[in-house]
């Protein structure tokens, strides 16, 4: 990208301008996200940076929409904070119960979606697969049709079959909506899979139980679990089909921000958004160490 | 991959121990829904150890009769608009209610004589009157002050945006009031095209410079904000706003529609006998009344009325604040379930086509 | 490996056999199939897996679209009237026997409001009709012409007796023509639907036409980011990377949220350009709640989108041949217009298409910062979903967005080949 000795006038400013314009679309990219972490901790019910915040006065900054995070929707707020507080937000805090609900939805679906999808991939990446590219279409289609429409499916599939406002309703859609990102991942890791590894594990006498777990399972580890990762992700995230299906039981963490939304933004959505933020840095950060980590062990050397 | 799961097993564990309700009530949630937690839902766990579970919906009938049609109910009592109320009754998608099991007034009324007219049908006991009005943000407007129905369409006196709620009922009536339509005549007149098309024509006046609201909760909102300088809303939304948070909201009573709002039980409520012992203890005189301390909503029976104070602060007198005190129905239209019964439908649709195209 | 086998089969005269003695030829054959079923076992659990939870919910949905039995169902002697009686047939004694009868069994059931209600669909204002003279059934006697004349003379008009002909066939297309705007007289002929209702055509247009834009702007935004990642050293795009994959693992909902907080009246921008004296109090912008909230947000939402393949696709273009043709005398432009631009197009192609696809569906953003101008498509079926619970009509709009999407699939996979999407 450097610019070359003999560039012209204009292709210097060219240059500047390109990266002025690479600059601004980062910051596109970026800014929103950030923006809500500061506006967090604003001390006044306000989305915006007061006087006090800008000219940096502690004043200006409080704790406060953390703090209505644990207390919203307990009995006993205003108790001594001591574990029988914590106790009370544990079972009753609303965020918290979402939190839980989030967890349980986003852990079950991500097993179900990593183990079928791993297996079906090992099958998808064999030459010998027949009508690969049909099955393939259908496996990932989940990710490409609407969401409204699969949410509208699942409305009526489950109210006729009592998995409507159950938790296993809610894991299987969850599932589904998973399943594509998973394929995706380990599809791509298995394709610079070098067969030969497991004929001679085989040759050497394992079993192909054996030859699995010794042997293709280690090296595309970080595939699968980068892809149970995006699936997680997409539970975690997912809020359609939860407003079509799920009972009030088992509100997640984006079902109860759809309703915050909506109804009243307090700065207690930012303190969520914060949290969330937080927590795809460590999931991308844990995906980057990995597809790294699988490049050195398949041998990519970076270029 | 095991620890995982032993860690959603024991989480699931905590979450099933906790949701162990006994009577689930869908309302409108906000203010509203606190106003009935307080009132209702609290005293009657004190009293019979039943939990209460609140449950939040934009208009609950939708979600009532998408359960009922799905046959998968999950909601024992459902706070509904009159004409839903009829409506959901007429299809069958409702328990029938035996005015037998509502309790007498203190002193020995039948409770059949103590609700207000109409305030008990087949299938539904209504709660509270509450009205539709327009609000706006008092340090919006420095010199002249909005104070009739036609201002809030008037957007060169009153500039601002303006938010009304997304749907046909209400918007239509205050549309034709707003026209110079007396409120005795609303409905007559709706009943024909001309009557409807020119509503939609008052509509199309503001239409640019609206926002459309669907949530109670949301009016409030987006006058703290400053999104909007005047909004339609429910009134005891704005009263919540301005009285407990101190918000500079003025109500403008001139052309506001007041109607019930009711309790149903849907057909296959999961606890139907707790949802009856619910909806006999929060409809008795003193649940009524005590509500009108957290909203200023009316209560449906004769008996709460005398019962009515101060609101939970103790020092706002309710009376005023209430939809149906006599300085604030001089120019008020009662909403009319026999016109929404048949019409809701069919005027949504046509509300709807007229909103998405621009 | 076949192929040689079965020639070096026919060259010799004496077979190639298995230890076992059978002919070589089937015993690899048989190899092949066992091989073969035994990938395919391999995906079976998931391909059961997608059928039974999304497959079969989603083609019983769309069995709605031409499934409505609520007049049908509730109304059986009619029914049974109007298959015995052909077309053009006036209603006679029989007739409104046969109505009389189900109106009071349907008023009984409480089944009448369904049946006003699927009438309603075709024809506004019977929904009452039906329940009020429902009210009244139980005390019809004959005859039945006169005593349901007598409650309600609308009974008369031939047009409601040609719409209930026409739902008394619970199999109809009648919810396919109201999802493009048209509807059926009396006659059952084919005409646009009243001008007031025309609505589901412009939105489908909106959509498409919204997507489409989003997807222009993300090539815009995306086109320079993937340009820049291909051609830094991979240390540096690995970390300008980050800032790319941030807003994808970012949830929908937090980067919705920021955007409402950015752009409200009293939000971050236009409070800066008030404080900067851009603007005044009185001039703020209206940049949510509208059109322009909804293509805002979801440009920044499906920007990673275009920029992962572009960037895939840009990232191997050797440098030297644009260095080759500037060394052969052509402008910096030309270059990049005829050397670099068209290395460039698959990977704007795969990017283009995905964005689109993903664009057209979109529901929650523009819900969340639409206002009424910016709503797609899909509102409109959650809105037929949740709303008005027209779940036929709502079946018919889903499928005709499917069938658009599957199409867009379809060119997607012949072009690029899903094997080709990447994620990250």
């Known amino acids: 990208m450097a610019l070359p000795v003999y560039a012209s006038p204009l292709e210097r400013i060219w240059h500047y301008t390109y990266i002025a314009i690479c600059v601004a679309i980062f910051t596109f990219l970026i800014a929103p996200i950030l923006i809500v972490i500061p506006l967090s901790f604003n001390a006044e019910p306000y989305f915006t940076f007061t006087e006090k915040m800008l000219s940096f006065d502690p004043e200006g900054y409080s704790l406060r929409w953390y703090d209505i995070l644990l207390t919203f929707g307990m009995t006993a707020p205003d108790a001594p904070r001591g574990a029988s507080w914590w106790m009370d937000v544990w079972n009753n805090a609303t965020w918290v119960r979402a939190a839980k609900n989030s967890v349980i939805i986003g852990v079950s679906s991500t097993i179900v979606a990593t183990v079928l999808g791993t297996i079906a991939a090992l099958g998808l990446s064999r030459p010998e697969m027949p009508y690969r590219r049909a099955i393939m279409a259908i496996l990932i289609s989940p990710m490409i049709v609407p969401i409204i429409i699969t949410a509208t499916g699942l409305f009526f599939f489950y109210s006729a079959t009592g998995l409507a406002g159950s938790y296993v309703g809610v894991v299987l859609a969850h599932a589904t909506l998973g399943i594509p990102f998973v394929i995706i991942t380990v599809t791509a890791t298995l394709i610079g899979f070098d067969r030969s590894l497991t004929r001679a594990a085989a040759s050497l006498g394992a079993d192909p139980t054996t030859t699995f777990f010794k042997v293709t399972m280690p090296l595309i580890l970080p595939g699968v679990i980068s892809g149970a990762l995006f699936a997680f992700v997409t539970s975690f995230d997912e809020v359609v089909v939860v407003l079509f299906v799920a009972a009030h039981d088992q509100q997640t963490i984006p079902r109860q921000m759809w309703n915050g939304i909506r109804e009243q933004i307090s700065p207690a959505i930012m303190s969520v958004a914060t949290i969330l933020v937080i927590v795809s840095v460590a999931l991308l950060a844990t995906v980057e160490i990995l597809r790294r980590r699988s490049e050195k062990l398949r041998g990519v050397t970076s270029s | 991959m095991k620890k995982l799961l032993i860690l959603s097993t024991a989480l699931t564990g905590v979450a099933a121990s906790t949701a162990s309700a006994d009577v689930t009530v869908m309302s409108w949630g906000g203010s509203y829904a606190v ?139 205050m549309a034709l009031m707003a026209d110079g339509v007396p409120a005795a005549d609303v409905y007559a007149l709706l009943e024909t095209d001309e009557g409807v098309d020119r509503a939609f024509a008052k509509l199309d006046e503001i239409k640019a410079d609206t926002i459309w609201w669907e949530a109670g909760a949301q009016p409030p909102q987006l006058l703290a904000d400053g999104e909007v300088s005047m909004t339609t809303a429910y009134n005891g939304r704005i009263f919540a706003a301005a009285v407990t948070e101190g918000k500079p909201f003025e109500v403008v009573w001139d052309g506001q529609v007041y109607e019930y709002d009711l309790f149903v039980i849907p057909k296959g409520a999961p606890n139907l006998e707790e949802a009856k012992k619910f909806l006999t203890f929060a409809t008795d005189t003193q649940r009524l009344a005590d509500q009108a301390k957290w909203i200023s909503y009316g209560p449906a029976r004769k008996s709460s009325g005398a019962l009515v104070g101060m609101f939970m602060d103790g020092k706002t007198e309710m009376g005023p604040h209430m939809p149906t005190s006599e300085a604030n129905l001089t120019n008020a239209l009662a909403s009319s379930y026999e016109f929404w019964v048949d019409r809701d439908s069919e005027l949504n649709e046509r509300f709807n086509a007229w909103l998405a195209v621009n | 490996m076949a192929d040689a086998t079965a020639d070096l089969a026919g060259a010799s005269p004496a077979k190639l056999t298995t230890a076992d003695g059978r002919p070589l030829k089937s015993a690899l054959a048989r190899a092949q199939a066992k091989a073969r079923r035994r990938a395919f076992l391999l995906v079976l659990p998931l391909l059961l897996f997608i059928v039974l939870t999304f497959i079969l919910p989603i083609g019983q949905m769309l069995h709605r679209s031409i499934f409505n039995d609520g007049f049908a169902a509730n109304m059986p002697q009619l029914t049974q009237w109007f298959v015995d009686n052909p077309v053009g047939t006036e209603p006679d004694e029989s007739a409104y026997a046969a109505l009389a009868a189900d109106l009071k069994s349907a008023a009984e059931a409480k089944t009448i409001g369904v049946v006003g209600t699927r009438v309603n669909y075709e024809m506004s204002g019977t929904r009452s009709l039906f329940t009020s003279t429902g009210r009244k059934a139980k005390n019809f006697e004959p005859p039945y012409m006169q005593a349901v004349l007598e409650a309600d003379d609308k009974w008369a008009d031939p047009q409601l007796w040609g719409t209930m002909r026409q739902v008394s066939d619970a199999y109809t297309a009648n919810f396919f023509l109201a999802a493009v705007d048209l509807a059926r007289d009396t006659e059952g002929k084919i005409v646009q639907a009243p001008e007031d209702r025309r609505v589901y055509v412009m939105l489908f247009e909106r959509t498409f036409l919204i997507a489409g834009l989003i997807t222009f702007l993300c090539l815009l935004l995306g086109f320079p980011i993937a340009h820049l990642l291909a051609t830094l050293p991979l240390r540096y795009s690995n970390l300008l990377m980050i800032l790319v994959l941030l807003p994808f693992w970012t949830s929908l909902l937090v980067r919705t949220t920021s955007w409402i907080v950015l752009l409200q009246g009293q939000g971050v921008v236009n409070n800066t350009l008030v404080a900067t004296g851009i603007l005044t109090d009185d001039t703020r912008i209206q940049m949510i709640y509208n059109q322009m909230g909804t293509i805002i947000a979801m440009t920044h939402i499906l920007l990673p989108f275009m920029i992962l393949p572009l960037y895939s696709v840009m990232r191997p273009i050797p440098p030297s041949y644009v260095r080759a043709a500037r060394s052969l005398g052509a402008s910096s432009w030309t270059a990049f217009r005829r050397i670099y631009l068209p290395q460039t197009l698959p990977g704007i192609g795969a990017g283009a298409l995905l964005v689109f696809i993903l664009g057209v569906g979109y529901y929650i953003t523009p819900a969340l910062v639409g206002g009424a101008s910016g709503q797609l498509i899909s509102n409109l079926i959650a809105f037929h979903m949740q709303d008005s619970l027209n779940w036929s009509l709502a079946a018919a709009i889903a499928a005709v967005l499917l069938a658009a999407v599957l199409v867009l699939y379809w060119l997607y996979d012949r072009l690029i080949g899903i094997d080709n999407l990447k994620l990250g």
Do not use: W
Request: charged residues 25%; hydrophobic residues 40%; contains cysteine.
């Open chain 2, 35 to 173: 106003s009935q937690v307080e009132a209702y839902h609290k005293p009657f766990t004190a009293e019979t150890g039943i939990n209460v579970v609140s449950v939040d919906a934009d208009n609950p009938a939708t979600p009532i009769k998408a359960q009922v049609e799905a046959n998968n109910v999950t909601v024992d009592v459902a706070d509904v608009e009159y004409a839903d109320a009829i409506r959901l009754c007429d299809e069958g998608l409702l328990e029938e209610i035996d005015p037998a099991i509502l309790s007498a007034a203190p002193d020995g009324t039948p409770a059949m004589d103590d609700f207000l007219p109409g305030a008990v049908t087949d299938c539904a006991v209504a709660t509270i009157v509450f009205s539709t009005v327009f609000a706006y943000d008092s340090s919006k407007f420095s010199g002249e002050k909005p104070d009739s129905i036609a201002d809030f369409f008037d957007t060169a006196t009153f500039p601002g945006k303006r938010a009304m709620r997304k749907g046909a009922k209400a918007n239509l009536e």
